[in-house]
């Protein structure tokens, strides 16, 4: 298992390696082609991923409190709309950063 | 930069137009375009505000012990639900500040709420609108604390528990509290600009069923924002007039 691990990672590592054939030809041709669009998408992409996992822990925690007490749904409720609605505006922050560079 | 422009913006530019330069001029800024001075935030701010006062007007006129009516009993609820939730946050003081609470959470449900309509723009969508209402937030806890325990033991508030921290705590007081109308503002315009934009991107792709399942979702998201704004500003005035028992 740890050799397959080793092998698979190494080969991931060295199958980038292209990549610096692709970027002096690109540079060159058209005098700098901007890495704002894809740069934009990863970085919305890993933050609305990491949002997406704090996400499901809260509810993962809220539907296992509501289910221990039902007597205080009300109140767990309450936490769990508050503590989704804080983690969104996490992911929104770089949703406008992204729309601050591109205009 | 061609911004698309809502009816009602081209009527106000095509009429209105002197009035909104002379507006403009009277803060000593000048429209990039001065055939066009109003934007359309300003514009459907205006539309939002009166169309609230009119609502609130007529409800006036009709307010009854004995037989309320539709009106009566919607903005009976709304004022039940945001005296409940002071009363949860701030403790005693709650119905002291409900002016401001009743007023925010009013306007800016109508204002989220106006983007649903088909020719109209919200003014949450324009990251001015949100920062104003952001910074009216911050300047009332601000003030409402001062008021309450003077400017020395607002001050004392920043400085943390223990006292042999402050230099540590009042750099990190400050910042997190210059945070809050950033993230109030960022939040609110984020999540409706975010939600007409997913709104429209999907009906670039389809116009059956899924975009009105998105607008279904910025509809509700509208609905809570426009809450969450409310529940923070409480929690901020909470924090901002607590007494150390």
Known sequence: ?103 | MVTREAWLTKLFNAYLAGPGNALLSLFHQTASNPKEPWADFMVMQILVALLVIATLFVLRRKLSVDRPGKLQHIFELIHEFITDQADEQVGHEGKHHIVIFMTLFIFILAANLIGAIPTFVSPTQSHYVTAGCALLAFLYYNLAGLKKNGLWRYTKHFFGPIPALAPLMLPIEIISHLARPLSLTVRLFANMYAGEKVTMAFLGLTYLVVPAAFMGLHVFVALLQAYIFVLLTMIYVAGAVADEH
Request: hydrophobic fraction near 60%; include cysteine; proline fraction near 3%.
């Open chain 1, 1 to 103: 298992m740890k050799k397959k691990l080793a092998f698979l990672s190494s080969a991931l590592m060295l199958s980038a390696l292209p990549m610096f054939a692709a970027d002096t030809t690109a540079a060159a041709s058209s005098g700098g082609t901007s890495w704002l669009g894809p740069a934009s998408a990863v970085g919305m992409a890993i933050a609305s991923g990491l949002c997406a996992l704090g996400m499901g822990k809260a509810v993962a925690g809220a539907a296992e409190g509501m289910a221990r007490n039902p007597g205080a749904t009300a109140a767990v409720r309450f936490a769990l709309i508050l503590g989704l609605v804080l983690i969104e505006s996490l992911a929104l922050y770089t949703f406008a950063v992204i729309i601050m560079f591109n205009h």
